[in-house]
């Protein structure tokens, strides 16, 4: 029990101190003229520009690694959610469809699609973006794709078009 109170006094004396101890953000401000920044139509800052900002280097639609990432998640989620042995083969046609759709002030994107063949002997449509610092924590590029005819969880319904722009 004493050990509950000491802990409980330990927290609001830091919290006191935090509060009263800090310095007054918004105290000058409008006092110094604010840096010039490029802007997009919106009159938004463009991504490069923010106070974090994007490079806007992403992959091309036939990097490697974006082909190869594509085609294990893609065995993955077959194997482990859909009990199917369904593998990509190798992907033919690739071309980009747009590169950053909705202007410079949003996350770069690129979308692409290509034609994929699958183990199971068909052709198939696959429709995909890379994203930038949309990876594990923020870090990386990530990718998102579709397969049209199997998109069995209706995430991109209907027939993949919700993975292009």
């Not at 106070?51 to 280097?57: C, K, L, Q, V, Y």
């Not at 594509?70 to 033919?92: C, D, K």
């Not at 950053?100 to 002997?121: E, H, V």
Request: glycine share 8%; proline share 7%.
């Amino acid at each position: 029990m004493r050990s509950f109170i000491a802990n409980g006094i330990a927290a609001a004396a830091v919290s006191i101190a935090c509060l009263a101890g800090g310095q007054a953000i918004a105290a000058d401000y409008g006092r110094y003229a604010a840096p010039q920044v490029r802007t997009s139509p919106g009159n938004q800052p463009r991504a490069e520009d923010r106070i974090h900002p994007f490079s806007a280097n992403i992959p091309a639609c036939d990097d490697p690694g974006v082909l190869r990432t594509i085609s294990s998640r893609f065995a993955h989620r077959e194997a482990h959610f859909w009990n199917s042995p369904l593998t990509v083969q190798g992907f033919y046609n690739v071309r980009s469809v747009a590169f950053r759709p909705w202007g410079d002030s949003f996350i770069p994107r690129r979308f692409c699609t290509a034609q994929a063949y699958l183990s199971d002997g068909y052709k198939r449509t696959v429709n995909y973006s890379v994203r930038e610092a949309l990876g594990p924590i923020g870090l990386g590029s990530n990718v998102e794709w579709c397969i049209v005819g199997l998109d069995r969880n209706y995430a991109f319904a209907p027939a993949c078009r919700a993975a292009l722009p």
